[in-house]
């Protein structure tokens, strides 16, 4: 089975760093694009940012460009998303999810999912 466990969220206030981890348990780690997604209560689930199978290609919505990092290491069935410049209307549980496309832009593309982390900012 492959398995997601995301790490990292908490309570900041705006301005602060935060630095999310997921970490995949599976086989074929290094063959799966990964994603990270937002969703606050009441709100769709949004793409924050996707890396590519190598790395070589990083996606980022446009509300996050400049504050956030997606970066992957292989060797540790790791991705990470480091957030800098947190605002409040950062706040949502944050989801990794991993997908069999190389450049998944869409929820239904991403076949496995984390449980979430929760990044709440307050102002």
């Known amino acids: 089975q492959v398995q997601l466990v995301e790490s990292g969220g908490g309570l900041v206030e705006a301005g602060d760093s935060l630095r999310l981890s997921c970490v995949v348990s599976?086989?074929?780690?290094?063959?799966?694009?990964m994603g990270w997604f937002r969703q606050d209560s009441g709100k769709e689930r949004e793409l924050v940012a996707a890396i590519s199978w190598t790395g070589g290609r990083t996606y980022y919505v446009d509300s996050v460009k400049g504050r956030f990092t997606i970066s992957r290491d292989n060797a540790k069935n790791t991705v990470y998303l480091e957030m800098n410049s947190l605002k409040p209307e950062d706040t949502a549980l944050y989801y990794c999810?991993?997908?069999?496309?190389?450049?998944?832009?869409?929820?239904?593309?991403?076949?496995?999912w984390g449980q979430g982390t929760q990044v709440t900012v307050s102002s």
């Open positions: 599976g086989r074929t780690f290094n063959t799966y694009a």
């Open positions: 999810a991993a997908s069999r496309s190389n450049a998944p832009r869409e929820a239904p593309e991403y076949v496995y």
